[in-house]
Structures are given as C-alpha cells and as structure tokens.
C-alpha cells in the first residue's frame, strides 16, 4: 500500500542562481506521460492486493474496472508517444514554412519592383499587380 500512495512519478531538476551560487530545485513531474505510468502502476498494485477487494467492491471499484484502468493506461502510452512526435513534426514543419516565407518574401519585393516599374508603362500589369496584392 506505501508503494500506491507515494507518488514515484518522475522528477525535473531545474538548476537556477540565487546570490552567485548554483542552486538545484527538485519536484515532481507533471508531464501527462509520468501521470499515466504512475495510474497503470497503481491499478496493478490494487490488483495485486486482492485482500482489499471486499472494501473497494463496497466503493464500487471491482476488478474488472481496475483492469479497464489498466488497460486505458496501456492504450494511452502509446497515444502519448504519437502526440509528442506530431508536435515535434509540426515544430519542423512551421520552422520550413517559415523560411519558405521568408525566401518567397524576397523573392516577389525584388519581382514586383521591377513589375511596379513595367506597371507604369503598361496598364495590363498594373491591373494585374493590382489584383495580385489584394
């Protein structure tokens, strides 16, 4: 039972100065991943104490809903693990869209002076230029 009520999910270190020394801060990870480890653990514990049955079968907490806590735990880690890689893709993703901008940006202020400058001689490319920046 100790090892069901302490919590052992993973810690953070945070390493910060105060007064020119360096000082370490240690808490508990909050981190969806380290929750979920810490229910599954905790499900099969209860499992495990099949003398406490009785008591929590009073709470309405059978067995058979400590396994479907187990099992979502199960399904969720893998949920977890695919979440952090699209985030991860997306952050790529943005920082190329980003520079594909930037690069296009260039590209089109150098084109468009010289367009601007074909526009004051022709009234077909200022219409389109016209059209082209709304």
Sequence with gaps: MDGIIRNEA???????EEGGEKKRKVGKSKSQEA?????????GALLGLTGIHPALAERRVTTARL???CASADDLAGMLGSRTAAKGAAKTSTKLEKEAVSR????WGASYRLLSALGKRDDRV???LAQATN
């Excluded at 993973?10 to 910060?16: E, I, N, R, S």
């Excluded at 296009?104 to 590209?107: F, H, S, T």
């Design 10 to 16: 993973q810690v953070t270190v945070a390493v910060y």
């Design 35 to 43: 929750l979920r480890a810490e229910i599954a653990k905790d499900a």
């Design 67 to 69: 396994d479907a806590l």
């Design 104 to 107: 296009q940006r260039d590209v």
């Design 126 to 128: 200022r219409s389109l």
